[in-house]
């Protein structure tokens, strides 16, 4: 699968996937860094990739219909330390073969997994 890391997770989210034998490239990676979301969105679809991200503006459904794209994964850790981050996408990779991610919005938190069907 393919992923693109927005720039509010840390690099090592990117890395916790290429682990996992999927494609990632961060926001940084590609000098995205400070662009709007409907730019990175827009990216996310021409390049067939997952958004990975903190940001709550994605889960909007009316504005980011989840069918419009390859999947979008909004985490919500309690902490905002670095490691819960990665728990939570520890937590995610095992599910990518077994929940629908395509057309589908996650919402990943530290007591669940929470699908929005596009």
């Excluded at 989840?66 to 985490?75: H, K, N, Q, R, T």
Aim: hydrophobic share 40%.
């Amino acid at each position: 699968m393919q992923f693109k890391i927005d720039e509010n997770l840390p690099v090592e989210a990117a890395e916790a996937l290429r682990q996992a034998a999927h494609d990632a490239l961060t926001i940084h990676d590609q000098q995205m860094v400070g662009q709007p979301d409907p730019r990175v969105a827009s990216v996310c679809q021409s390049e067939q990739r997952v958004l990975l991200t903190l940001d709550l503006d994605f889960s909007d459904i009316r504005t980011y219909s989840p069918a419009d794209y390859f999947g979008i994964i909004v985490l919500r850790p309690r902490s905002q330390a670095k490691p819960a981050f990665l728990s939570l996408i520890g937590q995610i990779i095992p599910l990518l073969d077994s929940e629908p991610l395509v057309g589908n919005l996650w919402i990943v938190q530290d007591t669940g997994l929470r699908i929005r069907e596009g």
